[in-house]
T-cell receptor
Framework: GAVVSQHPSWVICKSGTSVKIECRSL??????MFWYRQFPKQSLMLMAT?????????EQGVEKDKFLINHASLTLSTLTVTSAHPEDSSFYIC?????????????FGPGTRLTVL | AQSVSQHNHHVILSEAASLELGCNYS??????LFWYVQYPGQHLQLLLK??????LVKGIKGFEAEFIKSKFSFNLRKPSVQWSDTAEYFC??????????????FGKGTHLIIQP
């Protein structure tokens, strides 16, 4: 149980285009999902907290207009990188909290590698 | 804001050696502590976690960690490593705010290489 998927697993896009990344909880309902970013050979940095039915909470330094988050259902959160630029190239990872397994544990998706040309 | 410090960025051991990876955090309130592992090309997997109770926690694959509150530490240990333990290890902390834990703050990771 507690499986989180992401789609796509990798994406290459041109500079200036927008890219949408999906995060799904497959076998549980997640009221809260988190989005992280991981640069090569570095750690994960929390970008934002996504709550179903409400606005996302962004960490300091993360542009909310550039990284649009929508948590429209209990099993789906999306991250849209708008007007992507090469510096947005990174590995984006989502996680979801499964209330049935304790409110404090998060389950991670496999990540999406974004390359902006 | 809380921070997590992992002492060793690269560790190279021989098989059967004992392992200890250091992790310290900075926050005075109630925290939840985690160790995650990321095998090459795979996603993060939870090794073990500490929420409350016995400060010595046992995880999967023979790993354990000890929470020492006075030292703000949560070091990861394994008595005898295997070649398959080669991976990136991340220590992480989340704050507990009563309504549920916040997002995780990760350490920079330790790249562990086990030589056969």
């Amino acid at each position: 149980g507690a499986v989180v998927s992401q789609h796509p697993s990798w994406v290459i896009c041109k500079s200036g285009t927008s890219v949408k990344i999906e995060c799904r909880s497959l076998d549980f309902q997640a009221t809260t999902m988190f989005w992280y970013r991981q640069f090569p050979k570095q750690s994960l940095m929390l970008m934002a907290t996504s709550n179903e039915g409400s606005k996302a909470t962004y960490e300091q330094g993360v542009e909310k207009d550039k990284f649009l988050i929508n948590h429209a259902s209990l099993t789906l959160s999306t991250l849209t990188v708008t007007s992507a630029h090469p510096e947005d190239s990174s590995f984006y990872i989502c996680s979801a909290r499964d209330p049935g397994q304790g409110i404090n544990e998060q389950f991670f998706g496999p990540g999406t590698r974004l390359t902006v040309l | 804001a809380q921070s997590v410090s992992q002492h060793n960025h690269h560790v190279i051991l021989s098989e059967a050696a004992s392992l200890e990876l250091g992790c310290n955090y900075s926050y005075g309130g109630t925290v939840n502590l985690f160790w995650y592992v990321q095998y090459p090309g795979q996603h993060l997997q939870l090794l073990l976690k500490y929420f409350s109770g016995d400060p010595l926690v046992k995880g999967i694959k023979g790993f354990e960690a000890e929470f020492i509150k006075s030292k703000f530490s949560f070091n990861l240990r394994k008595p005898s490593v295997q070649w398959s333990d080669t991976a990136e290890y991340f220590c992480a902390v989340s704050l507990y705010s009563g309504g549920g834990a916040d997002g995780l703050t990760f350490g920079k990771g330790t790249h562990l290489i086990i030589q056969p």
